[in-house]
């Protein structure tokens, strides 16, 4: 079992910036990919970004690329999220994800752990 914890979440105004963190535990040794993906109420979940675990590949959903930026300290076993030009419309409950894989993915029936979620809201 893995386990996840995001952190970094709250109430920013559009433009500012915010940092998410998420921190794995437990069996992290066969943990390839990490992703994030957020959910606004009333709607999917949506991918933001992944990254896979040695080579650093990365891969950004569209409506966050250029602004959002995905990194991983390995010997920490934590995934970062910086979110800059914060958009009301990137109000949602951020998850952090881990993926049995080599290389990042943007499906959510491909990763395998979820962490419980942390709010993020962009007043206008």
């Known amino acids: 079992q893995v386990q996840l914890a995001e952190s970094g979440g709250g109430l920013v105004q559009a433009g500012g910036s915010l940092s998410l963190s998420c921190v794995a535990s437990?069996?992290?040794?066969?943990?390839?990919?990490m992703g994030w993906f957020r959910q606004a109420p009333g709607k999917e979940r949506e991918f933001v970004a992944a990254?896979?675990?040695?080579?650093?590949?990365?891969y950004y959903g569209v409506s966050v690329k250029g602004r959002f930026t995905i990194s991983r300290d390995n010997a920490k076993n934590t995934v970062y999220l910086q979110m800059n030009s914060l958009k009301p419309e990137d109000t949602a409950v951020y998850y952090c994800a881990a993926a049995l894989s080599n290389r990042p993915l943007a499906r959510t029936s491909e990763y395998n752990y979820w962490g419980q979620g942390t709010q993020v809201t962009v007043s206008s």
């Open positions: 990254i896979s675990w040695s080579a650093g590949a990365v």
């Open positions: 437990g069996r992290t040794f066969n943990i390839y990919a």
